[in-house]
């Protein structure tokens, strides 16, 4: 068990561009969560995963942003045309069956975008 | 309204002390409570988990859940410097779906 990487950890890109970050969860976990997270302010739902099907998404993502988890194993989250509120701490996170019961979610150290 | 209300704070205190971090929560229906801490530029990590009502305690942390008033409480005692971070209260969803996290209560412990 290697825990939940993200990458890259740091991301400075200009307004207008699009950026991609990569979550590999822990191998058994079956579903998987993007969030965000601004300072002073706690995670905030983006998308989640159970194996290769994203189950939810939520209302306020905008169509700029898309997530993929091709064959259930690593998840991508591509945003386009960036824009600076879209500047904040983007954490991956996953859990398995076995976590369903403790509702524990794995957290990744997190990708954090700065959009100039 | 938000799933969860959480008091940002800051809140600092000397070493040594008690600490009370408090949450509310808008659905009755949840029954699943978890504590995440979480330090400076570094992802949340778990810290305490309930379900239903009652205490649990672990070391020098207890976690508290009244459903009645659906509110939830995680105590620190005899507070460390190391306890500095931002403590996150969550619920979720029955399912197991869904998540949700209080804005975070930013505490720090003066030596």
């Known amino acids: 068990d290697t825990g939940v990487s993200q990458n890259p950890r740091h991301k400075i890109t200009k307004r207008g561009q699009n950026v991609t970050f990569r979550c590999d969860p822990i191998?058994?976990?079956?579903?998987l969560y993007w969030y965000r997270q601004t300072l002073g302010q706690g995670p905030e739902f983006l998308t989640y995963?159970?194996?290769?099907?994203?189950?939810?998404k939520s209302r306020l993502l905008s169509d700029r942003f898309s997530a993929e988890r091709p064959k259930g194993s690593f998840s991508t989250l591509e945003i386009q045309r960036t824009e600076q509120g879209d500047s904040a701490m983007y954490l991956c996170?996953?859990?398995?069956?076995?976590?369903?019961?403790?509702?524990?979610?794995?957290f990744g150290e997190g990708s954090r975008l700065t959009v100039l | 309204q938000k799933e969860v209300e959480q008091d940002p704070g800051p809140l600092s205190v000397p070493e040594g002390a008690i600490v009370s971090l408090n949450c509310t929560y808008s659905?009755?229906?949840?029954?699943?409570f978890m504590w995440y801490r979480q330090y400076s530029r570094k992802g949340p990590e778990l810290l305490m988990y309930?379900?239903?009502?009652g205490n649990k305690e672990d070391g020098r942390f207890t976690a508290q859940v009244d459903k009645s008033s659906k509110y939830i409480s995680l105590f620190i005692r005899d507070s460390q410097p190391s306890d500095s971070a931002t403590y996150l209260c969550?619920?979720?969803?029955?399912?197991?779906?869904?998540?949700?996290f209080g804005t975070g209560t930013s505490l720090t412990v003066i030596p």
């Open positions: 996170a996953s859990t398995g069956v076995g976590s369903r019961v403790t509702g524990e979610l794995f």
């Open positions: 191998s058994e976990h079956n579903r």
């Open positions: 995963f159970q194996n290769e099907a994203q189950l939810e």
């Open positions: 659905n009755s229906a949840f029954q699943y």
């Open positions: 309930t379900y239903s009502s």
């Open positions: 969550a619920t979720r969803s029955n399912t197991g779906n869904q998540f949700y």
